[in-house]
């Protein structure tokens, strides 16, 4: 009887002892061991931004979608995408409908007044699209920014900013999306696309295209840091992220994804401050 009961505590201690082990591991920011009893990731993402997240074929893809897949694997927890309209992406943060917001979202302060951004990922600027045959007219200094002159951006953006800011004696336009205002820039409905470079790259390919009908205008015009977004009180999930952006940084895994989706020539171009339009 007496060997029972010391077996039996023996097998109670090495119990304890894992259910221990597990109560700590379960504490750390982003640990699972089974992924499939993970909580799941809950990216919200709107889809109108290529190359960083747009729709292809009916499935998500670009910068956004690699990077939260990616980042699913890293922390062992099942990734789900939250399709939203642009301007209910940091409402839905905020009411905990969607843990972090990938979805090529530039810092600002009021943004930073609604939710806390992780490091940025990446760096980027304010270009404009003309069509070819105006690419001598409107790619002067101040050119856009005359009486006549329609220019276009993206509802809800840094873009819309920076047009509404610099840009204030040309007719303003915006659009819901980049699709819908490049349509319009080939369709002679506006004269110039605003928006992020990487839109613009992807839509010209860069300084050696085959795209005849659109030019860029590639003097980025302002400055921005693109970057994730997680509520302003979700601490640990930020620090796990920056530190998942670290290692990435370090490894190259971040320049190989954007090197995937924005095969440009990489320069240095200086930026030209918005009151020179």
Do not use: C
Not at 25 to 53: H, K, N, Q, W
Not at 93 to 103: F, N
Not at 215 to 222: E, M, S, V
């Amino acid at each position: 009887m007496m060997g029972s009961i010391r077996e039996w505590r023996g097998a109670r201690a090495w119990v304890l002892a894992w259910v221990m082990i597990g109560a700590v591991a379960m504490s750390v920011p982003g640990f699972a061991g089974d992924v499939g009893a993970a909580e799941p990731l809950r990216v919200g993402i709107a889809p109108i931004y290529p190359p960083l997240a747009f729709k292809k074929a009916g499935e998500l893809d670009g910068i956004e979608p690699e990077f939260a897949r990616r980042l699913g694997e890293r922390l062992e927890r099942p990734v789900t995408f939250t399709e939203l309209p642009w301007e209910e992406l940091l409402v839905a943060l905020g009411a905990g409908r969607v843990d972090v917001v990938m979805s090529g979202m530039s810092i600002t302060a009021a943004r930073e007044r609604q939710a806390r951004f992780t490091d940025s990922y990446l760096q980027v600027g304010q270009m404009a699209l003309v069509r070819s045959d105006d690419f001598d007219r409107l790619s002067g200094k101040g050119a856009l920014n005359q009486d006549g002159v329609r220019v276009g951006y993206p509802r809800g953006t840094t873009s819309e900013e920076y047009v509404k800011k610099a840009l204030v004696r040309a007719t303003q336009r915006g659009f819901a999306s980049s699709g819908d205002g490049v349509s319009a820039l080939r369709n002679a409905q506006i004269d110039a696309w605003v928006q992020d470079a990487p839109a613009i790259w992807r839509v010209t390919g860069g300084f050696f295209s085959d795209e005849e009908q659109l030019r860029g205008l590639y003097a980025p015009r302002t400055e921005e840091h693109l970057a994730w977004a997680v509520r302003l009180d979700d601490t640990a999930l930020a620090e796990v992220l920056d530190e998942t952006l670290r290692v990435w940084k370090a490894d190259g895994t971040v320049e190989d994804v954007i090197d995937d989706w924005i095969r440009v020539r990489k320069t240095s171009i200086e930026v030209v401050p918005p009151d020179d339009d």
